[in-house]
Nanobody
Framework: QVQLVESGGGLVQAGGSLRLSCAAS????????MGWFRQAPGKEREFVAA????????YYADSVKGRFTISRDNAKNTVYLQMNNLKPEDPAVYYC?????????????????WGPGTQVTVSS
């Protein structure tokens, strides 16, 4: 069982930056692939970024590539999402997720555990 808690959301101006954190419980964090998803009102939850546990490979949605960076600190049981140059289309509730899979990390079905989410708001 893994429990995830996101933090770092808030209000930022367009063009600004935020760093989201996701703290995980448990002693086997390093064996979980981690993902970030987001959901805006009235829309489906969509993939943002992922990092594979086995080799650290990272994956990004086209909409955030070059602006967002996912990273992890296994010693702190934490995964991060650095978000730069935030745009008006980025506001959403951001969720982190954990799963043992090493493929299909762009899909929600790859993950077994989800955090409650953190709100990101961008003002223009």
């Amino acid at each position: 069982q893994v429990q995830l808690v996101e933090s770092g959301g808030g209000l930022v101006q367009a063009g600004g930056s935020l760093r989201l954190s996701c703290a995980a419980s448990g002693r086997t964090f390093r064996s979980y692939s981690m993902g970030w998803f987001r959901q805006a009102p009235g829309k489906e939850r969509e993939f943002v970024a992922a990092i594979r546990w086995s080799d650290g490979s990272t994956y990004y949605a086209d909409s955030v590539k070059g602006r967002f960076t996912i990273s992890r600190d296994n010693a702190k049981n934490t995964v991060y999402l650095q978000m730069n140059n935030l745009k008006p289309e980025d506001p959403a509730v951001y969720y982190c997720a954990a799963g043992h899979k090493v493929f299909g990390l762009r899909y929600r079905t790859a993950y077994d555990y989800w955090g409650p989410g953190t709100q990101v708001t961008v003002s223009s």
